[in-house]
Nanobody, 124 residues
Framework: QVQLVESGGGLVQAGGSLRLSCAAS????????MGWFRQAPGKEREPVAA????????YYADSVKGRFTISRDNTKNTVYLQMNSLKPEDTAVYYC?????????????????WGQGTQVTVES
């Protein structure tokens, strides 16, 4: 079993930055692909970014390319999402997930473990 705990969410003005962290416990996630997803009220969960277990390959949704950066520190069993130039449309609950795969995965249905989510609110 893998437990994931997100942190770093909050309220920020448009144009600001936040750094989300996802700390894993119970098992090392160095052999798991990791992903960040978000879900706004009334909308489906959507992929934001994903990273391979080595960190060598990454994926970004078009809406966040150039603004968000996903990274991982396998020595700390932690994955990060640096979010810059935030927009009101980035407002959502952000979830961290782990998948037993060496390659990054965009489909939320293929992830094995999920965190409880952290709220990100961007005010205009």
């Amino acid at each position: 079993q893998v437990q994931l705990v997100e942190s770093g969410g909050g309220l920020v003005q448009a144009g600001g930055s936040l750094r989300l962290s996802c700390a894993a416990s119970g098992r090392t996630v160095s052999r798991y692909a990791m992903g960040w997803f978000r879900q706004a009220p009334g909308k489906e969960r959507e992929p934001v970014a994903a990273i391979s277990w080595s960190g060598g390959s990454t994926y970004y949704a078009d809406s966040v390319k150039g603004r968000f950066t996903i990274s991982r520190d396998n020595t700390k069993n932690t994955v990060y999402l640096q979010m810059n130039s935030l927009k009101p449309e980035d407002t959502a609950v952000y979830y961290c997930a782990a998948a037993a795969s060496p390659f990054y995965i965009k489909d939320y249905r293929l992830y094995d473990y999920w965190g409880q989510g952290t709220q990100v609110t961007v005010e205009s």
